[in-house]
């Protein structure tokens, strides 16, 4: 195994061999400051700025902040140096060495990723890729025994991953009692408390590479064109060709089977060039976000199963269910407003109105049943309605757009997986007028032939449905 960003310059230079999986769907690689420095918040405050890093990463590091004085040091002198203060930011892993700073300074540092510092600090294309991918030599590649003896290997890894994200602290004592006590560098701390939170930390990284329900370890090849292409590019421009390093055959999805993971994470991308976007226009000033919810229904944060669902599928930086974690992962205030079950109507439309600075106002599906829906609905302004919800609020507020996000989500999943719309027969399970009603109507004005199944449909009538449909949703 090894970084993307390591291996992929080398096999431009003609290495055999190829990415066949990744355990980590993005980079752990970041720059920590010390407590209290946010000068690598903004473009013009790392002049100047003293950075440690290993030699592996210096020049990444000067391509991504080019205004800074990057140092080379050595593994074990890092640490150190910002502890003491020698420097001002350390190149480390966010997987372990964070957690190690953070408990001899006896606070949280400031961390950026790689590809932030580069939204940041003016070079957009920044993209690392997938950490601890693994390779395999073309030569085995090619072999059928080979081949199989690759995915078996590859199956057993990822299942060992869903045991590691299903029950954590039991993989944490399993990687104690296969470490030998006292064999470890100052990048780490010998002991069940920090192990667990590295291997969970580890596991937040595991959960990106989810490209299917039940795939993990799968690697887009959009992602990994992208950050391939930036990485070659200092040997491009000497004259230096390179060929392709991504095998795509061994462990990648059912071309039938596919999800929204690789269009969010690309929707996210956008997002977070957004959102530096609009911070530096407001000179420093991020755009913000108010959820309200209402009692414990609507699946969020409040939800029954929140925690087990952070848990087990998105990390925390993209999870549904810790949408200030995600937003400030992107660069955006998220400020969330719980209300009891037993909140009126008027209660509900008087917190909607009381946010008019933020940007964005979202109302968390489903409504308790004595909540007026049109009441509180039109009670967003529309410049706010960040769920273009506004059609659940019917004549109230003037002429609707009829379109909500979670069915253009579901047709931007469909283009990016190559599935044609126009002519086929879709089934829509669920009439729910916040995604089933709508995506129906959608789908209709694409020429889809659509039926609708609900909880009224018969089991015998949904087997003849699915049976027939070219599309399931």
């Given at each position: 195994t090894q970084e993307q960003n390591v291996l992929v310059?080398?096999?431009?230079?003609?290495?055999?061999?190829?990415?066949?999986?990744?355990?980590?769907?993005?980079?752990?690689?970041?720059?920590?400051?010390?407590?209290?420095?946010?000068?690598?918040?903004t473009a013009g405050g790392a002049t100047g700025l003293r950075i440690g890093a290993h030699e592996d990463t210096s020049e990444l590091i000067r391509r991504i902040v080019p205004n800074s004085t990057v140092l080379d040091v050595e593994r074990t002198e890092?640490?150190?140096?910002?502890?003491?203060?020698?420097?001002?930011?350390?190149?480390?892993?966010?997987?372990?060495?964070?957690?190690r700073l953070s408990n001899a300074l006896g606070a949280e540092l400031p961390v950026y990723s790689f590809n932030r510092l580069g939204r940041i600090h003016g070079n957009q294309q920044v993209e690392l890729g997938y950490a601890q991918t693994i390779f395999a030599p073309c030569s085995q590649l090619s072999d059928p025994a080979h081949r199989s003896v690759l995915v078996d290997f590859l199956r057993a890894t990822y299942q060992g991953w869903w045991?590691?994200?299903?029950?954590?602290?039991?993989?944490?004592?399993?990687?104690?009692?296969?470490?030998?006590?006292?064999?470890?560098?100052?990048?780490?701390?010998?002991?069940?408390?920090?192990?667990e939170w590295s291997v969970r930390a580890c596991n937040e990284y595991v959960k990106t590479t989810r490209r299917a329900p039940s795939l993990l370890g799968s690697i887009d090849p959009l992602r990994w064109e992208k950050a391939s292409k930036w990485l070659v590019e200092p040997l491009e421009k000497k004259g230096q060709e390179g060929g392709q390093s991504l095998d795509t055959s061994l462990w990648q999805p059912r071309p039938q089977d596919f999800s929204g993971y690789d269009v969010a994470a690309r929707l996210s991308e956008e997002t977070e060039r957004r959102a530096t976007a609009i911070r530096e226009k407001r000179g420093g000033k991020r755009a913000k976000l108010t959820v309200v919810t209402i009692g414990?229904?609507?699946?969020?944060?409040?939800?029954?199963?929140?925690?087990?669902?952070?848990?087990?599928?998105?990390?925390?930086?993209?999870?549904?269910?810790?949408?200030?974690?995600?937003?400030?992962?992107?660069?955006?205030?998220?400020?969330?407003?719980?209300?009891?079950?037993?909140?009126?109507?008027?209660?509900?439309?008087?917190?909607l109105r009381?946010?008019?600075?933020?940007?964005?106002?979202?109302?968390?599906?489903?409504?308790?049943?004595?909540?007026?829906?049109?009441?509180?609905?039109?009670?967003?302004?529309?410049?706010?309605?960040?769920?273009?919800?506004?059609?659940?609020?019917?004549?109230?507020?003037?002429?609707?757009?009829?379109?909500?996000?979670?069915?253009?989500?579901?047709?931007?999943?469909?283009?990016?997986?190559?599935?044609?719309?126009?002519?086929?027969?879709?089934?829509?399970?669920?009439?729910?007028?916040?995604?089933?009603?709508?995506?129906?109507?959608?789908?209709?004005?694409?020429?889809?032939?659509?039926?609708?199944a609900h909880s009224q449909t018969s089991l015998e009538s949904l087997k003849a449905l699915c049976g027939q449909a070219d599309v399931i949703i």
């Open positions: 310059p080398l096999i431009h230079q003609g290495a055999a061999v190829r990415a066949v999986s990744a355990m980590f769907g993005s980079s752990p690689l970041c720059l920590a400051a010390r407590p209290g420095d946010s000068r690598l918040e890092k640490l150190r140096m910002l502890i003491s203060g020698e420097i001002d930011a350390v190149q480390v892993y966010d997987v372990m060495e964070t957690k045991h590691s994200i299903t029950t954590p602290r039991e993989a944490a004592e399993a990687v104690m009692s296969l470490q030998e006590t006292g064999r470890v560098t100052d990048h780490w701390e010998d002991s069940e408390e920090f192990t414990t229904e609507p699946l969020g944060e409040t939800h029954s199963d929140a925690e087990r669902r952070r848990q087990l599928f998105s990390p925390a930086w993209a999870s549904w269910f810790d949408k200030k974690t995600t937003g400030a992962s992107l660069g955006i205030d998220v400020e969330h407003v719980c209300l009891p079950s037993t909140a009126s109507t008027e209660e509900v439309v008087a917190i009381a946010h008019p600075h933020a940007d964005g106002v979202q109302l968390m599906w489903p409504l308790p049943p004595h909540v007026d829906r049109q009441r509180v609905y039109g009670a967003i302004p529309v410049d706010q309605d960040v769920d273009d919800n506004a059609f659940l609020a019917g004549g109230a507020i003037g002429v609707p757009k009829g379109v909500s996000v979670t069915p253009t989500a579901v047709l931007m999943a469909l283009e990016s997986g190559g599935v044609p719309v126009n002519g086929s027969h879709v089934l829509v399970i669920g009439r729910s007028p916040l995604v089933g009603t709508p995506l129906a109507r959608m789908l209709e004005s694409k020429g889809a032939t659509v039926s609708v």
